[in-house]
């Protein structure tokens, strides 16, 4: 099945558009229609979006964050090899690419989303590598990027994960308002907001841009100038 019908079985009458975002270069990606049926959403169409939560039709708001701060920063990825955890729609790994990485895995459980990646990747005109397995990805990775994975604290148990794979992790967040997890600090704050626009309250717009590095680095980890 195509990602439409996908949308559509979920989301009775919603459809993919083209959205353009707020980004330099402009990134566009395929995103849930703003003007989507919310109204009109029975109890069963309502559990059957919590049970498939399409993740993927949305540009959260970290993630926005984190492409327009690798897009005004590219020192941070490139000539790098980038892994983009949890990529969703492909926006952080799509900046990545645009910056100037060198090679730029996407990984996502969701097998739509890795096709929405590679359908907006497309669009973009960036190639990217793609994978189901965060595990599986073989070889050194210079820096692991992370956005919008903390909605659930279970999620939390990762961090250690991610500072253990990669020279240097960046990690954009908007939900953990008392982020401090060892071997991380923060390095920038943002206001956005998802696209479409959920109209989230104003601390779910205040997202944060954390560093981390592996706990076997010395000292503090080098910022790309």
């Known amino acids: 099945m195509s990602l439409s019908n996908n949308l559509s079985a979920v989301i009775p009458g919603a459809r993919l558009e083209l959205t353009p975002l707020p980004t330099d270069p402009v990134i566009a990606l395929r995103l849930l229609n703003a003007d989507y049926p919310q109204g009109e959403l029975g109890p069963g169409q309502v559990q059957q979006i919590m049970n498939n939560p399409l993740y993927w039709v949305f540009c959260w708001a970290s993630g926005l964050v984190l492409a327009r701060w690798l897009l005004d920063n590219p020192a941070w990825v490139r000539g790098k090899r980038v892994l983009d955890f949890g990529c969703g729609s492909g926006v952080v790994a799509i900046a990545a690419a645009l910056a100037g990485a060198r090679e730029v895995v996407a990984c996502d459980i969701d097998p739509d989303a890795l096709m929405a990646t ?13 994978t189901d397995d965060f595990y599986r990805v073989e070889g050194e990775v210079d820096l692991l990027l992370v956005a ?52 989230e309250s104003a601390e779910f717009r205040d997202v944060r841009i954390y560093l981390g590095a592996p706990s076997t680095a010395s000292g503090a980890s080098p910022v790309p100038t």
Do not use: C, I
Request: proline share 3%; glycine share 4%; charged share 30%.
């Open 118 to 130: 590679a359908e907006n990747a497309a669009f973009n005109r960036v190639d990217l590598q793609l």
């Open 148 to 199: 919008d994975v903390l909605y659930d604290r279970g999620n939390l148990v990762w961090l250690e994960a991610f500072r253990e794979r990669a020279s240097q992790v960046l990690l954009a967040d908007s939900r953990v308002k008392d982020f401090n997890a060892p071997g991380y600090r923060q390095l920038a704050a943002r206001d956005a907001h998802t696209m479409p626009d959920l109209d």
